[in-house]
């Protein structure tokens, strides 16, 4: 059984516990193994399934309760087995998802880390640099490159703190391991979303 989480930017695949993505532009390979995916981009699932036909979307076996309007299936799948919990998803785009009584009560999206990097240079190209993972987020900056990742970071993990207060806090995603650090009551998950489609698949035991 091969796992496929598409997304805006990449085909995440899970094969026999390996993971492998290709971007959306890029040849997929055709599989032998029975594959299940999630998917927020039509014209990549119209690819997969070019090349792929007998490819299986799991949508409809996830009934999530949620008001907010537009909520992506990723989105949906992360938070699925949560009763009381903040999830964050951090990819391409960094979305923050809140559980309360095993009730989906609203989110919000921040820029990924390489969106925030690729708009500084945009603004001048002295702003150009590269990410500092060990910046001392107590200390005020002294020089541009580790003000913009001060700036960056900050941006990123205020607004999580504020919506979490004591609430347990789910990372994943690329960039999940790495935020998590800075929180407390924090756990990483880097497969959360396929180990949620599993448990899904498994309770339906199969798709019609």
Do not use: W
Not at 90 to 115: C, E, Q, W, Y
Not at 144 to 152: E, G, L, P, S, V
Request: net charge positive; proline share 3%.
């Amino acid at each position: 059984m091969i796992l496929c989480d598409i997304g805006n930017s990449t085909y995440h695949f899970l094969i026999n516990g390996r993971q492998e993505k290709y971007f959306l532009d890029e040849k997929l390979p055709k599989y032998d193994d029975d594959i299940y995916f999630v998917s927020v981009n039509k014209s990549a699932t119209k690819k997969l399934l070019k090349s792929n036909p007998k490819a299986k979307n799991i949508e409809k076996l996830i009934n999530f309760d949620t008001k907010y309007e537009g909520l992506g299936m990723d989105r949906a799948l992360v938070c699925y087995f949560e009763k009381d919990a903040v999830i964050v998803d951090a990819g391409s785009a960094i979305t923050v998802d809140i559980m309360k009584n095993k009730k989906h009560i609203g989110g919000f999206i921040l820029p990924g880390f390489r969106a925030f990097m690729k708009t500084y240079p945009k603004i001048s190209k002295k702003l150009k640099f590269d990410f500092e993972k060990k910046i001392n987020l107590d200390k005020i900056p002294l020089q541009t490159k580790d003000a913009i990742t001060y700036a960056m970071m900050k941006s990123i993990i205020l607004p999580i703190k504020e919506v979490s207060k004591k609430r347990k806090i789910i990372f994943t995603g690329g960039d999940g391991k790495l935020l998590s650090k800075y929180f407390k009551n924090s756990t990483y998950k880097k497969e959360l979303i396929f180990d949620n489609m599993k448990r899904i698949i498994d309770a339906n035991n199969c798709i019609a």
